[in-house]
């Protein structure tokens, strides 16, 4: 008996010692299994769970005017999200979410599911959460993006453009100089301890990764003048399109820019045709505004005098099979002041034969018709003009009082601004410069107090990435034909078509266009459709500003420039020429000094 009970026991011993020894064998097994074939994969999982890394998006530079005016600006905004795997007290989170104006519908953590991800909030401004921070909750984290946001709204919104969702932009300035006012992404790195704590994080260095500010030619103040004006205009008139723009005819800056209908970039598009910025993508024929071409042209080529005289065959003129009319009729002969006064077409016409078809078509060109002005600005059209060597027995005459020919508004202001300037065609520009923002700004601050700190008149080179020199084209006329043009649109303004474009204390210059549109349905021009256009400058012999206003097909008793457009232009021109302090210089029209 004692034998057999010795035998069991030493049985028993040698299982259990097989048993640990086989546990043993298990665990030393899958310790060198782990160590030598799993040591890459848990490495790699451990520093993915220790260091984390972050995409640093950069601030997006800001837009401003002339004057440091912030048009664009971009503002960090954040998401609120919540892990239901980390909240332990729901009922308090939805609580403290719910004081700061975030609302969570009534579901139970079970409901929320698996993911460690659901979002309940988005652009919430950065002073709400921080309250939410303050409360420690467990449970809810934070993402953190740039809005974009237009403080003036619907002002300069052809000009600025619109961002798409993937933060680059697609329209106007915003798409011209996206690169510049993008900047850099960088990755940056965070460690974290075993319980997802941070103990150490990398951070971009901001101003070099975020993106430089443009600053446009642009004059905020002109521009609310122009467009508000514009806009009363457009709706009296219930009009199809309205354009103005202001131009700075020394320089070629462009300060201001209107085009209706327009949008407010902060609500939703549902037309996307309003996106068209008709100041330099839509080509329509300029009518009267167009004659400063043909007349400079004979003038510079001595084809005829100042003071030469045509017969204007009293209203009705035949050529080509055809009967040109003037709507002022004048009897007999004419002066050339006469001729630009009353709008005679018959007399440009007679003027314009002076020419060649070469020397006609040369001009046109050198006053930059028919080309691209190179704005800083997407899609812009060149203009419509038969080659010369396909002109017919009318296109000479027709063309002569704009009519044949299609041009932008930028196109036909800018011909202007050449007379203005003494002959001079500038490259007109919406650029003053791009500049590097400074570190508060780069870190994203709010908006509100990017202004203060900057100062656009500053010239350190550090702040200067890229400076937009003036640029000469070319010299169209001589200051002597240049002078005579002047002169010529001054006598309009004074005496003729444009006297509803005075403005009182200024001598003013211009031109009426009243031009008839093509009806696409009977395929010749229309009896009722017109566009009324006025291009003018002041002072008249020194011109500070040019101001061209069009009202596309204006409904109402009237059509004509000298009704619809030409007060709309003493409007504008009198509250820029108050706030750009231009002296008055008609000094006849002045009151007396008491």
Same mark, same amino acid.
């Given at each position: ?93 939805k609580n403290v979410l719910a004081e700061n104006g975030i609302k969570i519908k009534e579901k139970s953590l079970v409901e929320l599911g698996e993911t460690s991800y659901v979002p309940v909030a988005f652009n919430i401004d950065a002073d709400v959460v921080d309250r939410i921070k303050n409360e420690k909750l467990k ?61 150490? /994080? %990398?951070? &971009?260095?901001?101003? $070099? #990764?975020?993106? +430089? ?9 002109? *521009? ?106 004048? /009897? %007999?002969? &004419?002066?050339?002041? $006469? #001729?630009?006064? +009353? ?9 314009? *034969? ?128 240049? *002078? ?111």
């Amino acid at each position: 008996m004692v034998k057999k009970r010795s035998k069991k026991r030493i049985d028993r011993k040698t299982v259990l010692v097989l048993i640990i020894l086989t546990v043993f064998f298990i665990l030393f097994a899958k310790l060198v299994y782990v160590q030598i074939f799993l040591h890459g994969k848990i490495s790699r999982a451990v520093r993915k769970m220790v260091n984390r890394e972050n995409i640093e998006v950069s601030r997006r530079g800001d837009i401003l005017d002339s004057k440091g005016k912030v048009l664009a600006s971009s503002v960090k905004k954040y998401s609120v999200f919540l892990d239901p795997k980390i909240i332990k007290d729901f009922d308090r989170v939805k609580n403290v979410l719910a004081e700061n104006g975030i609302k969570i519908k009534e579901k139970s953590l079970v409901e929320l599911g698996e993911t460690s991800y659901v979002p309940v909030a988005f652009n919430i401004d950065a002073d709400v959460v921080d309250r939410i921070k303050n409360e420690k909750l467990k449970g809810v984290g934070f993402e953190s993006k740039y809005v974009r946001q237009y403080p003036e709204g619907r002002l300069l919104a052809h000009i600025l453009g619109i961002m798409g969702y993937d933060g680059n932009g697609l329209e106007g300035i915003e798409k011209t100089y996206n690169e510049s006012l993008s900047g850099n992404t960088v990755m940056t790195k965070t460690i974290r301890d075993g319980r997802g704590r941070i103990i150490q /994080s %990398g951070f &971009a260095d901001a101003p $070099k #990764i975020c993106g +430089q500010d443009v600053i446009l030619s642009i004059d905020r103040t002109v *521009q609310f003048i122009a467009e508000q004006e514009l806009r009363e205009a457009f709706d009296k008139h219930k009009a199809k399109k309205a354009i103005c723009i202001v131009q700075d005819p020394k320089t070629g800056n462009i300060l201001a820019m209107v085009s209706l209908p327009d949008f407010d970039s902060s609500e939703k598009i549902r037309d996307i045709r309003v996106l068209r910025n008709s100041a330099i993508s839509d080509i329509y024929e300029p009518g009267s505004t167009f004659k400063i071409v043909a007349i400079a042209a004979a003038l510079e080529l001595g084809k005829i005098k100042f003071t030469d005289s045509f017969y204007l065959e009293n209203g009705k003129y035949k050529i080509a099979g055809h009967t040109i009319k003037d709507d002022h009729k004048i /009897s %007999g002969s &004419a002066s050339l002041c $006469k #001729i630009m006064e +009353q709008s005679s077409n018959i007399g440009m016409i007679k003027i314009a *034969q002076k020419l060649d078809r070469e020397n006609f078509y040369e001009y046109i060109k050198k006053f930059g018709f028919y080309s691209l002005t190179g704005i800083d600005l997407p899609g812009e059209a060149k203009g419509l003009l038969m080659d010369v060597k396909k002109w017919n027995a009318l296109s000479l005459p027709t063309i002569s009082f704009g009519q044949g020919i299609g041009v932008t508004a930028l196109q036909l202001i800018n011909a202007f601004s050449a007379i203005a300037n003494d002959g001079v065609l500038m490259k007109p520009s919406l650029m003053q410069d791009i500049r590097r923002a400074d570190s508060e700004t780069a870190s994203a601050k709010d908006a509100a107090t990017s202004q203060e700190r900057r100062n656009v008149g500053e010239t350190d080179d550090e702040m200067t990435a890229s400076v937009f020199d003036l640029k000469e084209i070319r010299r169209v006329v001589s200051v002597e034909t240049a *002078q005579m043009v002047k002169k010529l649109l001054k006598n309009v303004v004074d005496f003729g078509t444009g006297r509803s474009a005075k403005v009182p204390g200024y001598t003013m210059g211009g031109k009426t266009g009243t031009a008839q549109k093509v009806d696409p349905t009977i395929k010749t021009y229309s009896a009722k459709y017109y566009t009324a256009s006025f291009c003018g400058m002041l002072p008249a012999m020194n011109p500070k500003v040019v101001i061209l206003v069009v009202i596309d097909e204006p409904k109402g008793s009237s059509y004509y420039a000298t009704s619809v457009a030409s007060p709309v232009f003493a409007k504008i021109a009198k509250r820029i020429a108050e706030y750009l302090g231009i002296e008055k210089d008609d000094v006849d029209k002045l009151p007396l000094q008491k």
